[in-house]
């Protein structure tokens, strides 16, 4: 397997993340991504020997069609997303399920007084939001989509 070029989190002036990666393949309209996930110490001198910095392989799936005609597995590519679609995902993902959770467990412990069944419905409302974000997944896949340098 090919060496993946680092470039970490990158901020040019377009306000742009980017990972360097390669493509492990293409399938329909899908071509799939190696890059590394690396925290911001991961560059350190001693990173090696600390705890504290970490790497992480990912695979990350492309749907941007020029760009699939255009490469082939093993090609060496840059993978692009902006800081907006990157905040609108966490937001998605995990600043409205907080949210969710939260007011439902203030509410169900205002109105029943029972704290196990304000844990249990504050759990199992994040069942439905999980399920609309399923059935949601295409659209959301357009939104918060990647694309190459």
Known sequence: MQKILHTDYENDM?????????????????????????????????????????????????????????????????????????????LVGFVYPFIILVATLVFILQVSGNEVLAALSSLGILIPYYFIVYLMREKLRQKFSFTLE
Request: glycine residues 8%; contains cysteine; aromatic residues 2%.
């Open 14 to 90: 377009s306000n742009k993340i980017k990972h360097a990666g390669i493509v492990e393949s293409i399938e329909g309209g899908c071509m799939k991504v190696r890059i590394m996930q690396t925290s911001a110490c991961s560059g350190c001198k001693i990173s090696a020997h600390c705890s504290a910095s970490d790497t992480k392989e990912k695979l990350v799936d492309i749907y941007d069609k020029v760009s699939i005609g255009q490469h082939v597995a093993g090609d060496a590519v840059v993978v692009v997303a902006t800081y907006q679609t990157a905040l609108q995902a966490v």
